[in-house]
């Protein structure tokens, strides 16, 4: 116990130190704004409550028209103009408040707008300055800004009408009307909260639309102007002037320069919203992960959108863009594409993304939802060959995931998990070896953790099953089944596997005629089947009941036809690999008696040829000396059984409603690489069968003897996590890149930013 917590405490204390490593060589702008926020703040102070600001004795105040001395015993107080006059104790600690709450923020004031110069930003990414300051990321500093200034601005309003309140009985509050500083503030304030509220409270995002939002989101404008009007005694006129006129500058550049019509540009719809294609105007260049603004004439003349832009997948010098129907105008867009046409289109941009980042790291997952899939796809696009570029994405609208599956090359680097939500069948071609299609949503800890584990540790790397697939693709049909074949039995009995191909069997048998019921009770008979629909059984489910079946001391005389052991073949694998064709010289081999079925001792005659690993030998079960060991007590004996296995029901997991692969793990992970091949060998489905849960291998020790048990889940994925905890600076070279609305996803992925110490940035366009 000691060692292991001396353990404990040295591997915490190298995640701290190369934690603080990382940070020290990772500079933090924000860090740099909250130093120049306290800068202004003491210069505030200085100024204006030092001898070297406006701080006058007594005898000069009562000379000034707006004030007879200092009050309450003071030799020292304020009154330079009357909109500024503190001679009492309560006066200057109302100023102090009001004066220091909106000094402090200047260097925000200042980012506002700035943070918006989107030209300016996107060169300013590609100098060296981009080292220190991350460029392409400045959309949340204009949003975080906009909330501490208007924080600070509500306490200096308040805190200045306090003390013209309680000045004069009150009729210093006429300085609000009367006087530069009072009318331009008065106007700020008024503004302020058509600026900020529909774009940061969910119930004004819900009840006015984009264009309404984006339109009085304008008015900053005014609420700047004002701000730089506001205190002609003060730097404030350069402070926020400078900003503004360069925005300006920066705005009227984008309409001459950076402004394109695309004459031709292609229009598909999709199930749930609508592809865009077109050639690159002369100018327009992707440099990086980047957005575009839109605006469709023939839609709205007014409205532009921001939508991710990622390179074509096919043509040359080309770019495409996806938008989902979720507003008015995106609706109105889908509604109005009834077939593929070609219109008129014009684009502000490019803009840097904060995917643009990722230059700065050597493992990146890209994670998305929905058609957030289009940053990622730039990133992989840019990267190809220079970068692992994973991609983890989360969709329930068939037609994304059967565009995106048909049109993307994805890099054969790079492991690509798709999680379908949705309830219709997909039509897909044949998967690429490297990309894997589940039902269901993943666990994101343990899929980051692993993918993470798997490259790290070179463990079934995504181009080697890339290699190994394709060496499938030439097998004969018998090399696939003994590849499988074996390879099931690393995982279950013999008995296992037998009794499951004869529930198969009976099942199918039902079904062809017509009368299947639904049963009760243990063992194979444990079918449940629906009148109006068959749910396929599960693999580890069926065995769970067979064990119990065995441990209660039934068997049964089952047997196996044709069909039944395609359909467990199949099962197993998650997909339809293996067609009546492929298996009849196999089955033939075996069916000794030409009755077209299987035995047990028929089915273990072909699993001792295919383990012996010779495809030619032929087994006569009815010839054999030793009968013994084929009989039904020995493979029955749970004390003998080599393979044993407790399985775990993904559904605990959340990552698939269907456990038939749930523990593909094996003792050699070139063997499970090639397995992957054959999840994707079929040559269309209307489904998503292709389904492997487990497919980053722990190390095994034991590599050349069978396991008697598997691993549970969980400790496959503490391992990989333990992993992850144990080597902090190689965590440093990995980011995670999201994109989308899902805010149980972002909550996760900064849980596991905050553990692992996995870079993360968030892009959404929920303006």
Known sequence: MVEAAQAAATSDLAHQQANMAIHRATFKFGHFLALCCIFSALWCVVTSFTQFGVLEPTEDIAQSEWSDGCQD????????????????????????????????????????????????????????????????????????????????????????????????????????????????????VAVMPLITWPMRFERFRKRLSYEYRKGLHYLSWIWMVAMVLHAPATHIFYLCGIPLLIYWLNYIAGIFRGTYLVPSTVF???????????????????????????????????QWHAFSVFPHPTQENASSVCIAALGDWSKQLHETIIRPTSRAVWVNGPYLSPFATAIDFDNIITLATGIGITPALAVM????GTRRVNLVWM?????????FISTVEFPEDSFVMIYYTGKKDLVLDDLPFNVFLFRGRPKLDRVISGIVHSIETEIGLPENIVEEGKMLQNMSAEEKFRAMFTRLFNEYSPTEIFEYAAEQSSLKDARLNGDVEERKGGGRDSVLSNKKSMRRLSLGASVRSMRLSRASGVHSDSLVNKVGLIACMNNFIGGNAFTSADIDEIFNKFDNDGDGMLDRKDFLSMYISYEDGDLNKDYDSSSSDDDSSLSDDSLN??????????LVDRNEHGISDNASTDNMRGRNPKL????????????????????????????????????????????????????????????????????????????????????????????????
Request: charged fraction near 20%; proline fraction near 4%; include cysteine.
């Open 395 to 403: 969709c329930r609208d068939p037609s994304f995931v059967e565009f």
């Open 672 to 767: 499970f690489n090639s397995l992957l091949g054959l999840v994707h060998a079929s040559k269309k489905t209307k489904n998503t069968n292709h389904q492997i849960t487990k497919f980053f291998q722990p190390e095994n020790k034991n590599k050349g003897k069978r396991r008697k048990s598997m691993m549970k889940l969980e400790e496959d994925e503490d391992l990989a996590m333990k992993f992850c905890l144990e080597h902090p600076v190689a965590m440093g070279t990995w980011q995670m890149l999201y994109c989308g609305g899902s805010a149980p996803v972002v909550r996760s992925l900064k849980n596991i930013n905050k553990t692992l110490g996995i870079d993360l940035k968030v892009e959404k366009f929920d303006w």
């Open 637 to 646: 004996d749970d004390d003998n059984d080599p393979y044993d296995s407790t």
């Open 268 to 302: 598909r719809r999709l199930g749930s919203g609508t592809s865009l294609s077109f050639i690159n105007p002369p100018g327009f260049e992707l440099k990086g992960a980047s957005y575009i603004m839109v605006m469709l004439p023939w839609i709205s003349r007014t």
């Open 73 to 188: 015993g003071l030799q020292y107080c304020i009154c330079p103009r009357e909109t500024v006059c503190a001679d009492r104790i309560v006066d200057l600690v109302y100023l102090g408040i009001a004066r220091t709450s909106i000094y402090m923020v200047y260097p925000f004031l200042i980012c506002l707008f700035l943070s918006k110069s989107n030209h300016l930003t996107a060169y300013l990414q590609t100098t060296v300055f981009s080292v220190f300051v991350e460029f392409a990321d400045m959309h949340h500093v204009h949003v975080f800004g906009a909330k501490v200034v208007e924080y600070a601005t509500w306490i200096h309003v308040f805190f200045h009408l306090l003390r013209w309140g309680t000045r004069d009985n009150g009729n210093e509050l006429t300085y609000l009307w009367e006087t530069q500083t009072g009318l331009t503030g008065l106007i700020a």
């Open 381 to 384: 696009n840019l990267y190809k």
